[in-house]
DNA sequence: GTGAAAGCGCTAACAG
DNA sequence: CTGTTAGCGCTTTCAC
């Protein structure tokens, strides 16, 4: 039941528990070969676990990074953490992963949570773009560096890497278009969260440049989760519009429009092409019939990674930057494309 | 730069750091609602975040679970700690996540980080049935609680929740059989996880049941992941018997699995029916050719906690329990099945 | 109702 | 090379 210490092992090998300490940190220069070896057998041999909230509490730091994301639906973000892990773990710090379910409030507990955890350093997606502005900074200003990724942040100086967005969403209405798309819904996401914004002004900058009509008809707002993209795309249907293509703000989003769209016997994509600006490769490899910009999650991950750590490096000295990356893209061609071309 | 702890506060305030604790812990019995107001309010204005680290050295107790999980692809994974955070959030239970990747060595590490940092108790999924059994009972004998969910354990004395592997994989290769496929090829699981033996067990005795002939032909080794399901879809062509069904481990190989087969012009779910025992809604919900067993997340995330919070309340108390639940089926029918019904 | 003091397990000066 | 000592921030007796 009681766990072992390093005063049970120096009262065991009657030594001092600074030679314990010495001796199962690895410090060679002031601990004799036989000494150490002895310790770190006995350790072994007791079963002792060091104590981390002991260390951290005596050392003031806790080599320990929070990672902060909105949810865990979409693996895009468990692939991030992945990738984050590995490149954290690499320079010996832990990890605390916190989600905050898309809510304001449950976000401001995480970060609390983080802070009472003594965290090094937070890798942050938010949930809205603002709404926790003020807590962000005040955090920061406490010497908590902190670098935000995917979702974007307005008004906190802070360092950030995200894709650019307009470029996904231009790039992949364009590709619709030269496909033989004209009339595509945009399924648009909440205006919380800066990326739907800019996804929003690539599709319009897409219709500028063919000199298409901008129909605010085709815009419905799609929300975030599978449930919110079929009502959205029932709501569509209800207004009787011929349509081509739906462009959705979410990878969940236009799956669930694309269970309505199947029952209602649409065929995908030789009726209708779906894209996204997706999550992860996986994305595309399983949906078949989705065409994506996909985010190039690990570089996100080691940029961010590197980020922060740069900032852990030297306390308060680097400015934030900001860091645009671009996806990669994986179009599925529908056989109308074949025939636009044609 | 530096926290605020409760001395300061109690030199802003003249009293004693005694006071500031019970007041911050709101403990109305020994403090004047006035002194506690006070209190309170000085914290928060001078943003008092309560360091951890000291209260659990103190305490020597963390008040934290920790959730090993073998890998982050699958969305099941993701789902139960979601459920699970949420159930024991509820009893004040913070929680540590931590990965396996499916090895055996990280998942050491795993659970001997989970040993630092002092948690109270684990809920694990392990990477294999029997290669840390020992570790396992070690961190028992400790007082850890841990309760085993999803993927068995063998020669552990634990309490275990999952699901009926055998009676699942009964139902899904009967459903096949009934809706007219005869040659079904199944996609094994590694040998180290204990439900793919309960699965293949199953489709034995289907085909027992049904007086067909079993064909170890038509049983290939197919992993854990997507390419790993590809490459044993692959080699299974390359033997050239005829099949009209793949019944595979994972939701993840037998979508790679599918993709070899769409490459090939299988047409899904007519000439070939895909199923398998799946982590999660989700899953059948975006691939509308897969016909699936699915596991009750939540169920099982509930029972694990309230297996786990059990212990907890009753140190060395409770014998160790096993709960087998029962998945709910989703069943793609394919054309092919009308016919045979007709 | 409040304060003084001890101590959780560990590290890091400082002496020897 | 090793031992002694002083805390890290907090809770919790025990006095008053």
Known sequence: MKYVTIIDIANELGVSKSTVSRALAGDAQNVKPETMKLVCETAQRMGYRRNEAAVNLRRQLSKTIGIVIPEVVTSFFMSFIQWAQRDLRQQGYRTIIAVSNEEVTQERECLQMLEQCRVDGILMSVCHQSANAALYQEIMSRGIPMVFFDRQVCGVEASQVHIDDVSAS????????????????????????????????????????????????????????????????????????????????????????????????????????????????????????????????????????????????TPGQCRPQTVVLHGEVVVRESTKAVQAQA
């Not at 209800?238 to 029952?263: H, P």
Request: hydrophobic share 40%.
């Open 170 to 313: 231009v790039f992949m209405v364009e590709k619709l278009i030269r496909s033989g798309c004209r009339r595509i819904v945009h399924l648009l996401g909440p205006e919380h969260i800066g990326n739907a914004t800019d996804r929003l002004r690539g599709y319009r900058e897409v219709l500028e440049k063919f000199k298409l009509p901008y129909n605010p008809q085709y815009i419905v707002a799609g929300g975030l989760s599978a449930d919110e993209g079929a009502q959205a795309m029932e709501e569509f249907l209800q207004r009787g519009l011929a349509f081509d293509a739906v462009f959705g703000f979410t990878e969940t989003s236009v799956l669930g429009a694309k269970s309505v769209l199947q029952r209602m016997n649409f065929r995908i994509p030789d009726d209708v092409s779906l894209c996204c600006i997706s999550g992860t490769t996986l994305c595309t490899l399983v949906h078949p019939t989705l065409s994506a910009v996909e985010q190039p999650t690990e570089e996100m991950a080691h940029t961010a990674c590197r980020l922060l750590l740069e900032q852990l490096a």
